[in-house]
């Protein structure tokens, strides 16, 4: 052997004393302990750092059932009628959300014309016509002035007109503050289809578990206590309501609602136990004083005598948003000898000289030694 | 020098032994070897730890163009008629998802009133009106009962009369449940618009390369095995089905799939290597026995001689769900240096006097080395 | 104490020699130092080791308020009218974005029928029924050849005749390329409902602050330098158009612009200091020299004479995309212990004997110390 490649394998290694300090031991002892339990416990079991991880690929569509009705006569644009999904549910499709209409003011047959604006609108009263400039546009109001005030025979103070869809939406509730137009929206059913796909470990599964049969899937109805119902796709709303633990009233103002499914797989166990958790959250303000509850306003266009019109709806009711998100690991040797020899590097570094520097300090341990380091 | 300051710069440092063990030696190296391997190779060349990594933000735009055709005359609410994007694209926008229909029920002029509940309706057959109770809802049924028993002459059992959109819709396939209303789904293609923004770095890409000429939009579409076209922005839907590995059940059904494009970027070559990746893969389960594909209603309003009547339709199709995401990275100093410090580090931990002990169990060193220790 | 047990508590440590090198002694120190400044700066400052973090579930809603008109009495299909958000905003409700239209080329009421391909069409110019295929689709075309030629009496050349929704659309701008139909889309206002939940910490913030008066939403508009007003969550569209640094043709051709709403908490701190920070930017090429800006098709349908018609709209406009998101952090014992450990764990490997063994081939002090390590 040359003396080159022998210098290759040659290596340096402190000179050791071996000690019995009882004070010092203890603390060596269990400054190793909790390093040990740490690497095992948290590390290892709690973290489960021995398994390499996936985020799902997620997709998620919606369907719900359920019938509504409209009985009091006397609501203007609607009248007595029933209601399908078709009717309260706008837009009819969306990506991880949907809303469920529970409140309507609808301005029937609407059309491009002249009228009175608002008389609540600011700068809109005036005493003649040099009082509403033509084309000007009052931003909260509803249209273009036509520069023509309007007065009413005997009244010195009258409202400018305005070019708009006439007539002018009425923004109240038709039912008032207090009541709702669909208390049948407790007893809609939502189905959630959930695939989940897990590309790294090819896992597919989807929230309509393999064991569930039509019959199941016609029958059930989402309990969360319940062994089996926790895992049913089909959600009573006012399940759903309970469990994110909504007042009455944003039936009548509107809100939103989160549905957050989780699937938390651990795959070296069977792909059985890889199931989704299912929760929910009122995730806007219930409280909020001021800007609270949720409506938008869209319009069903037609044409009559050849004439555009339009059906202005303001729709007051509950947006749901879901978040689906899982993640996976499984057991691979790679992310098990790293954490594994992290944690060995951590004992090496107590095991050694570091604790004595550390406890040097506090210790008359250094004076004693120094004898023997001369 | 003061002693004060004198002592800032003391230091300790171990007493070492240089030992020629050639198994302790080689172990020693190989160690060395491997913490070397893993950083130089993992840490630094595979993981690229030298870089600053930043995430794109995404806007993704999408336009669908194709032709359809149905000639059957016979589909009740079609007829013959021809297709474009504002008929089959249902909504007209989403984000980062788009829904071509392929299969359409179409109950065309329904209007409100009172008709007979659907006979598979449960709870809706009645011998008398006392079976049918006013204002009852039965959840699958498609209105609210008036009270009234619809009898035909000369038979016991009737239907329990509703309030609903009449007439009721015929659910069920009007070509079958074998083929579908579209076959030339297959030639429609797909631009898709896709920019990234990676802000840390200040680098905007497009999919639409810039080396791209309007003949080349004009003409091209998306081959993943061609050297241009696999950066071609439009697709057609055929190729994206084959790559997707769709059966053709889903013409019928519907299904949901996923379009994947991956910015991965190192942002240390020039700009132009920071191209796409498009991947394609049917998100819902497609073997699935029950709850399968993917329909949604809706429908469209519109009056007639003053009465509100709509369009209902079942639309049967395709969910695409766009997912877009890059990540960039570009040399910085100070993950480059963090890395090699802590490889440094690794490196130092086992070549003084760790190796030793861990080693030191395995090997009658310790007993040879503990004479020159007292 | 048994033999056994007094094992346990032994520990070896390794002879030390302390060395007076100010060389080495100042590397030692300047190591240690810069170890101490990363720990405590970096680790602990500015990256917060020393809480736990969450990330914030978020719920956006928005609504727009404004009036558009067009006054242009020769646009087709429009004309002289007033425009309000169920006219502009389409589709009405998105999760996260919403388009607002700038720019329309309306086609009214189309009915389906046959009538002549455009010209331009290729493979469409014909001089008999045999250059028409019937049933053939051209795929940039408007629908299916019926397989006729017409020919305009005295010219050798006509078109196919197709099967589509006639008259076809006159794919060109109204009033042309350097104008656009709703120049008052700068004034416009934007209302942002941001609602976050730190769930780990159980922390609910919304956008609108609970400061906020009702006069304050009614007076304010979003100032990124006032004091106040930067939490506004009422934005002038110009804002966000300066903001985000458009150009004007971005009403002409239409774009996409992010809308980011940042929060960044250290809920160490009074909630109150938990805000949101807007960011605007376009997300699309504005300088594209192919394939710019932003459009789509949609239609309107409705039934004339009962035969059924849709007014076709073709929008250009501004899409806006919006990206809520924040993070939270908290002090909490854990990791505070962790950093720290680890901390000490680095200036352990420094201050022991690694910095001498990487120190040793470059100084002559090795040789001196091997007397007396024999």
């Known amino acids: 052997m040359g003396r080159g490649l022998a210098m290759l394998f040659e290596y340096e290694t402190p000179k050791l004393v071996q000690i019995s300090n009882l004070k010092i031991g203890v603390a060596h002892r269990i400054i190793q302990l909790i390093i040990l339990i740490y690497v095992v416990c948290w590390v290892l079991m709690y973290e489960k750092a021995y398994q390499y991880n996936d985020e799902a690929k997620c997709a998620v569509t919606t369907k719900v059932k359920g019938v509504g009705f409209t009985d009091a006569e006397n609501i203007p644009g609607i009248g007595k009628r029933s209601w399908d999904i078709a009717d309260y549910i706008i837009p009819p499709l969306e990506n991880n959300a949907f809303f469920v209409a529970t409140n309507l003011i609808v301005t029937p047959k609407q059309k491009l014309g002249k009228c009175a604006e608002h008389i609540h609108v600011p700068g809109t009263s005036c005493a003649s016509d040099n009082d509403c400039n033509p084309k000007e546009i009052v931003h909260i109001g509803n249209g273009v002035h036509t520069g023509h005030c309007l007065l009413e025979p005997g009244k010195p103070e009258g409202v400018c007109e305005i070019h708009s869809w006439c007539p002018l939406e009425n923004d109240s509730l038709p039912l008032g503050p207090k009541t709702y137009m669909f208390p049948m929206v407790q007893n809609y059913t939502l189905l959630i289809k959930n695939d989940i796909t897990f590309e790294k470990f090819g896992v597919h599964r989807r929230n309509i578990l393999p064991w569930s049969s039509k019959r199941f899937l016609r029958s059930c109805t989402y309990d969360k206590n319940h062994e089996e119902y926790k895992y049913c796709p089909i959600f009573k709303l006012s399940t759903i309501f ?10 009548i103002w509107g809100g939103v609602i989160g549905i957050d499914i989780q699937w938390d797989c651990d ?15 009122r995730l806007d303000d219930a409280n909020a004083k001021i800007a609270s509850g949720f409506n938008f306003r869209y319009a069903n266009f037609y044409y009559s005598n050849g004439t555009l019109h339009r059906d202005l709806i303001k729709a007051y009711g509950i947006r749901f948003i879901i978040h689906a998100h899982g993640k996976a690991g499984k057991f691979n040797i790679i992310p098990l000898t790293m954490n594994i020899g992290s944690g060995l590097a951590l004992l090496g570094l107590v095991s050694s000289n570091n604790l004595r520097h550390y406890c040097a300090q506090y210790t008359p ?10």
Do not use: H, R
């Open 242 to 251: 309970e469990e994110a633990g909504v007042d009455p009233s944003i039936f």
């Open 267 to 281: 795959l070296d166990w069977d792909v059985k136990y890889c199931n989704p958790i299912y929760s929910f959250s």
């Open 365 to 374: 341990f250094k004076k004693n030694l120094s004898k023997s380091q001369i």
